[in-house]
C-alpha cells in the first residue's frame, strides 16, 4: 500500500532563511507525488506535483520539491522564508488507479511551518 | 465559477441530530470526492463521484453517512445520528477526467468544520 511519512509535526524558520520540509513515501508502484498547502481556515491549494517528468519540480511562491527515487524522498524546500509561508504542509502519494479509475490522494499527517520574524 | 465552494463554513450540532453540507465543484469538473480531516491529521478519502455515480466508498464512510450527487453538480454529503467522533474538517474535492487527476491534482474547497457537542 501506497503511504508517505513527513518526518517532522513542526518546523521553525526564520523570516528569510531556507526552508526544508521533509518527505518520505512508500510505494509499489511508479508514484505521484504532491504537496498541499492549508492555510487556517482555508482550503488546500497545490503548491507542486511529480508525475514522472523532470526529477525537480518548481511549484509556486518559490517552493520546489526533489524526487529522488534511491532515497524514496520528495522532500520540499525553499530557499527564504517568508512570513506568508506560515501554514500546514501536506505531502501526498497518489494511489494506484482504482477498478473505477481513480486516483485517490494519500495524505501525509502534515508540517506546520512557522515562521520567526 | 472560481472554484470549489462548500456550505456551510462550520457547523455545531448536538449529538444524535443530522447534518447535511453541501459541495459546488468546479462546473466542468466531471469528479467529485469527500475527504475527512480530523485535528492533527491529513485528510482521508471518504467517497468519490464521476458525474452522478457514486463509484466508491470507505469503510470510514459507516451506515450513517450517506452522499449523493443527483445531477452530477453539487453534492450533499449527510451525516445522521451524529456523534462525537464525527467532528472534523469534511473536505470536498473536484477533478476534470481519468487522464488528467493523477497529474493535475484535485482542486479543493475550503471545508466544513464539524463540531458534535
Known amino acids: 500500500a501506497q503511504s508517505v511519512t513527513q518526518l517532522d509535526s513542526h518546523v521553525s524558520v526564520s523570516e528569510g532563511t531556507p526552508v526544508l520540509l521533509r518527505c518520505n513515501y512508500s510505494?509499489?508502484?511508479?508514484?505521484?507525488l504532491f504537496w498541499y498547502v492549508q492555510h487556517p481556515n482555508k482550503g488546500l491549494q497545490l503548491l507542486l506535483k511529480?508525475?514522472?517528468?523532470?526529477?525537480l519540480v518548481k511549484g509556486i511562491n518559490g517552493f520546489e520539491a526533489e524526487f529522488k527515487k534511491s532515497e524514496t524522498s520528495f522532500h520540499l524546500t525553499k530557499p527564504s522564508a517568508h512570513m506568508s509561508d506560515a501554514a500546514e504542509y501536506f505531502c501526498v502519494v497518489s494511489d494506484p488507479p482504482t477498478t473505477s479509475g481513480t486516483y485517490k490522494y494519500i495524505f501525509g499527517t502534515g508540517t506546520r511551518l512557522k515562521v520567526l520574524a | 465559477d472560481t472554484g470549489v465552494s462548500q456550505d456551510p463554513r462550520h457547523k455545531i450540532t448536538k449529538r444524535g441530530q443530522n447534518v447535511t453540507f453541501r459541495c459546488d465543484p468546479i462546473s466542468e469538473h466531471n469528479r467529485l470526492y469527500w475527504y475527512r480531516q480530523t485535528l492533527g491529521q491529513g485528510p482521508e478519502f471518504l467517497t468519490y463521484?464521476?458525474?452522478?455515480?457514486?463509484?466508491?466508498k470507505s469503510r470510514l464512510l459507516s451506515d450513517r453517512f450517506s452522499a449523493e450527487r443527483p445531477k452530477g453538480s453539487f453534492s450533499t454529503l449527510e451525516i445522521q445520528r451524529t456523534e462525537q467522533g464525527d467532528s472534523a474538517m469534511y473536505l470536498c474535492?473536484?477533478?476534470?477526467?481519468?487522464?488528467?487527476?493523477?497529474?493535475?491534482?484535485?482542486?479543493f474547497g475550503s471545508g466544513t468544520r464539524l463540531t458534535v457537542v
Open positions: 510505494s509499489s508502484y511508479s508514484p505521484s
Open positions: 474535492a473536484s477533478s476534470l477526467d481519468r487522464s488528467r487527476d493523477r497529474g493535475y491534482g484535485y482542486t
Open positions: 511529480y508525475t514522472s517528468a523532470a526529477t
Open positions: 463521484f464521476q458525474n452522478e455515480a457514486q463509484l466508491e
